[in-house]
Structures are given as structure tokens and as C-alpha cells.
């Protein structure tokens, strides 16, 4: 009896457990994401005044503000023809060119965002 009692106890620990788990991984995935899309928004904002003048120095040193997140490997700004306009990071992380104006999603691991760049008198970059 003590040893079917304990055997149950067992199973739902590692039940439990493992349901606290995924909880938790879930959990800390979606903060990941909703941190680094309101990263995202503000270079995106940032960006608009240098993409909009061409200045391509600039561009970079908004992009170059990110490497204070560890977390983010890379940060491009395309222009609508699909030419890289500014970058910061190492390009070998990406695995697709995404080409949505507005994009989240999850790669397995790796965190895809993409805004556009509204830049006044014209439509997004």
C-alpha cells in the first residue's frame, strides 16, 4: 500500500513538474518576443529620419544602439527593392529574407521580427 501510494505521489511530482516546465518555457518565450518586437518599434521609429535622407551612417548607428541586447544577433534595414541599407550583427544567422512589412514569428529557436519604416510623404521602406 505505502509503495502504491508513493509510486503515485511519483508520478504526479514529475507530472507536475514537467507541466510547470513547459509552463515556464512558454512563459519566458512570449516576454522574449514582446521585449525584443518593442526593441524592434523603436529602431524602426529611430531609423525613419537617416532611411529617409539616405544617410547610411546613421542608420547604422541607430542599428549599432541594439548591441546593448545580447540577445539580438542581427538587425538589418532593407529598402523595398531588398537591398540591405544598414546592418549590425552577423549576416550567417539568417536563415530567411523576410519581405512582410510587419512580420513576428519564431524560427525554432530564433525570433524573426520585421517592421517597416514609415518615413514621412512616402509609405514604408
Known amino acids: 500500500m505505502i509503495l502504491m501510494v508513493s509510486v503515485v505521489a511519483a508520478v ?4 507536475i513538474g514537467s507541466a510547470l516546465l513547459v509552463f515556464q518555457i512558454v512563459n519566458l518565450r512570449n516576454q522574449f518576443k514582446n ?3 518593442s526593441v524592434s518599434e523603436v529602431a524602426a521609429d529611430f531609423a525613419s529620419a537617416p532611411v529617409a535622407f539616405g544617410d547610411e551612417p546613421g542608420a547604422v548607428e541607430v542599428l549599432s544602439a541594439l548591441k546593448a541586447n545580447e540577445d539580438i544577433t ?3 534595414i532593407r ?4 537591398e540591405v541599407f544598414a546592418q549590425f550583427g ?3 544567422s539568417i536563415k530567411t529574407v523576410l519581405t512582410q512589412n510587419d512580420y513576428t ?3 525554432g529557436w530564433t525570433l524573426n521580427v520585421v517592421r517597416g519604416i514609415l518615413v514621412p510623404n512616402q509609405s514604408y521602406v
Request: hydrophobic share 40%.
Open 12 to 15: 504526479c511530482s514529475v507530472v
Open 35 to 37: 521585449h525584443v518586437v
Open 79 to 82: 529598402l523595398r527593392s531588398g
Open 105 to 107: 514569428g519564431f524560427d
Open 90 to 92: 552577423d549576416e550567417s
Open 74 to 76: 542581427l538587425a538589418q
